[in-house]
């Protein structure tokens, strides 16, 4: 593990939750020895560059010689090894001048080193899937926006496992949580933190405010980062806008302009999906408190487990997932804005309240067009036919539905014919039907109840 400079002394609860994460993903973090800052590009690189391609060299050697892989958190120290790597390769005379100045101290560096950043190491050799299966809190009903960060993805080519422009693995990973990933203009903007280390601390205050105008407008319920310098910038400072706003505290907008946008890195919304405390992980030791994200964090899974109780959530998932319904569905024809798997994502996302006051339970016509066409005989008409239970247990039914009800239990049919046109048919008059037996019946209880 290589934590650079700025985890172990200003963020150890980032560590602390690392540390937990890679444990319940059945990783042994090994510290090696003799490590230094990476160095930092911004204020090392810029001052002296020679200083920049040693130092990174050095620790560099060091990796190597271990002969383990390193992984890192932080997107500075990633970027940096990857961009050295890439200089030394194509530039002799530079790996040589350097590797000339190691050997006077210890090991040189001959490029082999395995360096991932930790995204990519659970995007690429862990993958979503395996992290989804170890989640047994995750993160259902909740919108998270990512922030990737300048250089978790550059510069490339020498750092290119996902689009430097367009990613998607770091949302994957955090959909494998559980979580609603919300898209957002400024996702891929600086944010921001790189101006306040060389002076120009409001022009940095200035881009972290518009990000944060961004994922407001969105109504995410945390932001999660990757790199500490990110999360500096979105907790420390944020801090600052809020008290500037005259917000009462970081966790509440009483008596301010704006809330404040709940900050999380990768590891500590990981740990918490593992099963993880919060207050074992240090979330308290944030500056913009994370309070209100845990509080409706645990409704969600309360409303999870209730909706467990009811529908299979594997079946939803499927049905989510394949939309195949969406085009069989005749209701969908006739009524735009009806669409079932998009009912079911709404399911899955946590809006089950919503739906049930809505009258979409109520538009589904019991057709059994979706489960004769279903390749995987689940179909949605049985999920319809709870939601419809479900919304009548709560009181949230139709008036046309209660009036017929109504109907039936006072007179034990949905309508009367009409002796005159019986009589001008030939039609014999109806027979007294059995109301009365029906009503003794219903307002008998059933054993067991």
Known sequence: ????????????????????????????????????CCPETTLVKAADEEAYYLTAARNLALAERSGLPLITPCNGCYSTFKSVLADLKVDWRLEQRINDRLATVGPTVNGTADVWHLVEWLSEDLGPAALSKRAVKPFWGMKIAVHYGCHLLRPSPAVRWDSPTAPTKFE????????????????????????????????????????????????????????????LQF????????????????????????????????????????????????????????????????????QRATLAKTFDLNELQICAGCRACDADCPVTHAEEDFVPS????????????????????????????CLERCHSRIGMAEVFERLKRLAREQGHVPAAVQSSYQAFMASGTLGTGRATSREKLGLPALPANGIADLKTILARPGKGE
């Open 235 to 302: 907790d420390l400072n944020q801090a600052t806008l809020l008290r500037e706003s005259g917000a009462a505290s970081p966790d509440s907008a009483a008596g301010g302009r704006q809330a404040g946008v709940p900050v999380l890195y990768i590891t500590e919304l990981i740990a918490l999906a593992l099963g993880h405390d919060p207050a074992e992980l240090g979330l308290d030791m944030h500056r913009v408190g994370v309070g209100a994200f845990l509080e409706k964090w645990a409704g969600r899974l309360e």
């Open 1 to 36: 593990m290589f934590w650079g400079c700025t985890i172990p002394a200003r963020f150890p609860f980032i560590e602390k939750s690392t540390r937990l994460a890679l444990d319940g993903l059945g990783v042994e973090p090994v510290d090696v020895p003799g490590f230094t």
């Open 172 to 231: 994957s990973l955090v959909r494998a949580l559980g979580a609603t990933v919300v898209e957002y203009e400024t996702k891929m903007d600086c944010c921001g933190n790189a101006l306040d280390r060389v002076g120009e601390r409001r022009a940095a205050l200035d881009m972290l405010e518009r990000k944060l105008d961004d994922v407001r407008t969105h109504d995410v319920d945390a932001l999660v980062v990757s790199c500490p310098s990110c999360f």
């Open 342 to 369: 998009r009912i079911i994502t709404r399911l899955l996302a946590g809006d089950l309240e919503a739906i049930l006051e809505s009258p979409d339970p109520w538009r589904c016509t019991d057709c059994m067009t």
